[in-house]
């Protein structure tokens, strides 16, 4: 089974802090994502990642950067925590080569970080 | 820009019963997929069903089937016989193109709770 990892489940942090959330993938996953989740806004995309050292911008990537430096590894970076950003955070893989067309995401648990 | 919209924040439904969760959507693209993923409560969020814009079946997954209905830019969600670990955020998505590294766009969700 493919197993997509967020290094932490909950998190809490304080204003102008730098934050971590980092994701690991055992699946050879070329794609991975960082979404964010919110009560009536759905999912959000930050950033995502074709494959290693790339990275593309999503919808709302403003106070985010990313880091994809191992295939199995994609890491988001919040440089200065506002308590804006206190959201669930999910991180999400899927091969570029599924035989049928559109590969499956597939999702980690979900990392909930509070900014006080 | 792609735009998928969930007009049902919340549902219910009794145990046994069916249920029909609606998602519209719009694009100008020809080539595109449409998914429903589930998200059950705290846990992991896992793809429900999947359909491709150019087979005209609608795709069906046990109890899980779909109402694809091209022209009118509607993808719902049927379940049938709905059991009690049906009880999930249901979110329905888009991705143009043929697969490979295109990113998804969600909906804001459905909110569905099935009863004893």
């Known amino acids: 089974d493919v197993k997509v990892t967020q290094s932490s489940r909950y998190l809490v942090k304080r204003t102008g802090e730098k934050v971590f959330l980092e994701c690991v993938q055992d699946m050879d996953h070329e794609n991975m994502f960082w979404y964010r989740q919110d009560p009536g806004l759905g999912l959000r995309l930050i950033y995502f990642?074709?494959?290693?050292?790339?990275?593309e911008k999503g919808d709302i990537p403003e106070g985010y950067s990313v880091s994809r430096e191992k295939k199995e590894r994609f890491s988001l970076i919040l440089e200065s925590a506002s308590t804006n950003q206190t959201s669930m955070y999910l991180c999400a893989s899927r091969s570029a080569r599924s035989s049928g067309g559109a590969g499956e995401l597939f999702f980690g648990e979900g990392s909930r970080l509070t900014v006080l | 820009a792609q735009t998928v919209t969930q007009s049902q924040p919340e549902m219910s439904v009794q145990e046994a019963e069916t249920v029909t969760l609606s998602c519209t959507y719009d694009t100008s693209e020809s080539n595109y997929y449409l998914f429903w993923y589930k998200q059950p409560p705290s846990r992991q969020m896992i793809l429900v069903i999947r359909q491709e814009a150019y087979k005209q079946q609608n795709a069906t997954e046990n109890r899980f089937s779909v109402n694809f209905q091209k022209a009118a830019k509607s993808f719902s969600l049927k379940i049938s016989d709905s059991q009690l670990g049906d009880t999930a955020m249901y979110f329905c998505a888009f991705m143009k193109g043929q697969g490979g590294s295109e990113k998804l766009v969600f909906g804001k969700g459905t909110k569905l709770t099935v009863n004893p």
């Open positions: 990642s074709y494959d290693v050292k790339m990275k």
